[in-house]
């Protein structure tokens, strides 16, 4: 035998047992060429039969279609951005379309609250303990703001030729005037919660309640915030030299918008736990959330035409003055832009409250850089 044939011979054995490794390893693969077709079920005689009928050319190239039948069933599916945002897209149109096919069943939802407190007791009874406990806390606060505002006055007075916020002491003292306001308001919460629990012993009823306790605590709190950062009886001390009546507009809008973001968040929660529908608190929060981007577009705006007189003037040029002149459009993109992002990333994760939780976080991250 010739060094050539013992080659040929060599060469169809290695080709034959590399077929049979592929059939073996990769039994859905399949490939064509002239009308040949390997079957997954072909026997080791069929397949010596029809390897005895194979061309070298015939062999190669069901090997080249093998190989890049492997590739392309091993490689990473990838997706490109149309795909993925499809995706998205059809996510968000899925899960509108359950939540806001709950819109008749949303009084449901409100009602299944009343139902729930009249077994706890009533619902005359829950709102008494509302009031009573709304009531004390706002006595004890009352008491606490007239021992505290003559310490506040004392530290104002004592700054007044200082300029505002101008060196450590002062820093120093309008953290207090700060402390003295947010206890006031921390004396507030905690005696109500204690009248409660004292009096009231439903857990139904101190659920309820406490909600709404929080509600009206966390307003004060804000309450307190925003008359450091604009004291309204205080003008040298305000962080923008506006105009009393600028002020008093910031307050409303300020109040406003976090009075109707805790009370969608606590109320959704309180349907939630007291058996609502499944869908109508993910509900009521995003029509009371397109209510609030009403309130803050037309709160902007309003709070503008008080402030036009503060505004540099049209020849100034430089960035600053830009950005001031510019103010009012600017807060407004960015409040749309978090409406936008909550409603989309609630409908497309399902999960409202935890994407209202992230977006509050933020603003409040956002707000403490801008006071910093």
């Known amino acids: 035998m010739t060094l050539q044939s013992k080659f040929r011979k060599r060469a169809a054995f290695c080709i034959r047992n590399v077929l049979l490794v592929l059939l073996l390893f990769a039994p859905a693969a399949h490939a064509q060429d002239a009308g040949v077709t390997l079957s997954a079920d072909l026997s080791e005689a069929e397949f010596q039969a029809m390897l005895g009928r194979l061309s070298d050319e015939q062999v190669r190239d069901i090997l080249i279609a093998e190989f890049a039948a492997r590739r392309t069933e091993d490689a990473p599916q990838s997706e490109g951005l149309l795909a993925n945002s499809r995706d998205v897209g059809e996510t968000l149109i899925t899960n509108a379309s359950a939540i806001f096919a709950k819109l008749p069943e949303l009084g449901v939802g409100i009602s299944a609250v009343f139902v729930r407190l009249s077994e706890a007791g009533g619902v005359g ?46 820093i120093l003292d309008a953290f207090f005037v700060l402390l003295i306001a947010l206890s006031g308001s921390v004396a507030f919460g905690l005696t109500a919660m204690a009248v409660l629990y004292l009096f009231f012993h439903h857990p139904d009823i101190r659920f309820f309640v ?75 929060t995003l ?11 037309v709160g902007t705006f309003w709070i503008h035409r008080a402030t036009t007189d503060l505004l540099p003037p049209p020849e100034d040029r430089s960035f600053v003055a830009m950005v001031s002149r510019n103010w009012a ?29 992230n977006i509050f976080v933020t603003m409040l991250v956002f707000l403490g850089l801008w006071v910093s």
């Not at 009031?131 to 007239?146: D, E, F, N, Q, T």
Request: glycine share 8%; charged share 15%.
């Open 329 to 357: 459009a600017i807060t407004a993109v960015f409040f749309l832009f978090t409406w936008v992002i909550f409603t989309g990333g609630a409908l497309v994760s399902g999960d409202v409250d935890a994407v209202a939780a």
């Open 210 to 284: 406490s909600s709404y306790v929080a509600v009206v605590t966390v307003f004060l709190i804000v309450r307190s915030v925003i008359d450091i950062m604009f004291p309204r009886f205080w003008p040298i001390y305000r962080l923008v030299s506006l105009s009393d009546e600028a002020t008093r507009r910031v307050h409303w809008v300020v109040l406003g918008l976090a009075g109707l973001w805790m009370f969608e968040a606590i109320t959704s929660d309180v349907m939630a736990q007291f058996g609502a529908p499944i869908g109508t608190p993910d509900l009521l």
């Open 125 to 170: 009874l829950a709102f008494l303990a509302l009031a009573i406990s709304l009531s004390a806390g706002g006595l004890v606060r009352h008491y606490w703001r007239k021992r505290g505002e003559a310490r506040q006055v004392a530290i104002g007075e004592r700054n007044l030729n200082k300029g505002a916020y101008g060196s450590v002491s002062t």
């Open 287 to 297: 029509l009371l959330g397109l209510l609030w981007i009403t309130m803050a577009l």
